[in-house]
């Protein structure tokens, strides 16, 4: 096993993904769950990612270029959905009980994508398949995104520890702070959005 290839592959999904930083926002967006609804969000979450980071390592290339969509695209379209986000976690809207099924949209959108499936793991995957040589390596590949799914997934269950110790009140503020660093997030996704396309058609022969 080329464990080379495994270390890139893990550490820089999981600097991408970032865990921790997913924290402030799972908890701002499911502070009103119980636990078990919590962990049934964050499982359909990384189980969504999961599928979104394969199916664009397979086949992310030929569908993109299918569609004729370049990547910054995608980019500036994961960061106009953050900001939808962001409004709704500023403004309180979040923090209203999820009607029935809420759960899964929550999981679904946005913390299966765009957050943890979003642009910058999507086009790390796909740089990574595009390098690799024979199936040993696609393997290697495989093994790395499952690696890094599986301590977000860890990362999720075990939030609800610290949702015990922030009580609502605690919640409420973390809410308003998660939808700060997204809305900061979502603006710096376009504008890498908008330069990349800049760049893109500066460079077009």
Request: aromatic share 4%; proline share 5%; no cysteine.
């Amino acid at each position: 096993m080329n464990l080379k290839l495994l270390g890139e592959v893990f550490v820089t999904l999981l600097v991408i993904v970032d865990p921790p930083g997913m924290v402030p926002v799972f908890l701002a967006l499911t502070g009103t769950m119980d636990s078990r609804a919590r962990m049934k969000a964050g499982t359909q979450a990384v189980l969504l990612a999961l599928g979104v980071i394969v199916g664009f390592a397979v086949a992310g290339q030929t569908l993109l270029d299918y569609l004729h969509v370049d990547l910054p695209a995608l980019q500036g379209a994961g960061g106009l959905l953050l900001i939808l986000v962001a409004l709704q976690l500023l403004t309180g809207k979040a923090d209203e009980p999820a009607e029935q099924g809420g759960t899964t949209n929550v999981a679904l959108v946005p913390i299966g994508t765009p957050l943890l499936a979003g642009p910058g793991a999507i086009v790390a995957t796909m740089l990574f398949v595009q390098r690799a040589e024979g199936a040993d390596e696609y393997l290697v590949i495989g093994i790395g995104i499952l690696l890094v799914m599986l301590t977000v997934w860890l990362v999720l269950r075990f939030s609800g520890v610290i949702v015990k110790l922030l009580r609502p009140a605690g919640i409420e503020v973390l809410t308003r702070i998660a939808g700060l660093l997204l809305a900061a997030i979502a603006v710096q996704l376009i504008a890498d959005a908008i330069d990349a396309f800049v760049q893109l058609y500066i460079n077009a022969p």
